[in-house]
């Protein structure tokens, strides 16, 4: 059957890696090379605190779009529930979407307590009630797109005669970001998209992706029509030796859940990940040839996702859009054309 919606191809803008002036240039390269999405973090904090970069990411989207000509940007993703007031984050998306139609998303998801905490400095509350809070303020937030003068009291948030005045023809879309089913259930009821990330047990994404669409079934919703956007990490580099060492930075990415519980500092992930820099590879697609790449790569296509953002490690940015764009992108291309004609 036909995929649903157009395949894209995307870059992952790693501001926890880059600062705003280096991480605008590599995504205005990425434009020209051909992807169609950039997907930017949303960090407080990076996950190392020597050479590690948070450039704000509401000011940086305006950056972009300034700059940029066709791509698509987004967060990837965005936490709109402690250090923002859901209210905030709607007025900025409007914005967004006000200066570039048709070219903005809002991903959000529960977030990260090293990003919230060190402003809130309350308790970092469970993940139950984090859902809740995200429900609530994507509900919220749709509201303020739609309705004026909002009274809102909710759980969590509320507001008074709110109006977001600067509003797009058509709302930007949310993506919901869930690696786990209750999440993902929430994306399937209420998300324009769904976004996860690549590197864990194969068997989680099949898992994944059925309860989104369960979650939509159960709010009388198409689940063919919900994007389903994964990020994929990736190194690759015909020096095979390098694609493999330039996955260390991202050490903190293949930590155990135990391993990173209650870790807030920066400086403390640093260590725990240098610990651990043996294993930073493990969570990407680490290759010399790109037939190998595309071949894994594919196996997201095949499982339904329509939306790839690929996340590559090394300081030389250039150099991995350069390659990926001469070298991978087209097998990918064709590949998603046989995809959509099967």
Known sequence: MPASHPIRLGYKASAEQFGPSQ???????????????????DHFQPWRHHGGHSPAVLPWLGALGGRSERVRMGTSVLT???????????????TLGCLYPGRVFLGVGTGESMNETPITAGDWPPIKERRHRLAEAIDLMRRLWREERLDFQGQFYET?????????????????????????????????????????????YGTLLAAVAEGAQAA?????????MIEIKVSYDTDRERAERDCGWWAALALSGEEKAGVEDPVEMERLADEHRDRASTR?????????????????????????????????????LELFARDVLPLLRDRSAATRAA
Do not use: M
């Open 160 to 204: 008074r005669k709110a109006t977001v005045y600067d509003r797009p023809e058509t709302p930007v879309p949310v993506y919901v970001a869930a690696s786990g089913l209750l999440a993902a259930k929430l994306a399937g009821r209420v998300g324009d998209g769904f976004i996860c990330t690549s590197g864990k047990d194969p068997d989680l």
């Open 80 to 94: 709109p529930t402690f250090r923002y007031h859901p209210a905030v984050v709607a007025q900025a998306f409007a």
């Open 220 to 228: 009388g919703r198409d689940g063919t029509r919900i994007a389903k």
């Open 23 to 41: 991480l605008l240039e590599f995504s205005l390269q990425a434009e020209r090379l051909g992807f169609d999405d950039v997907a930017s973090s």
């Open 284 to 320: 990407f697609i680490v290759s010399d040839d790109p037939g190998e790449v595309a071949e894994k790569v594919g196996t997201y296509l095949d499982l339904g996702f329509d939306e790839l953002v690929f996340h590559f490690p090394g300081d030389d940015q250039s150099h991995y």
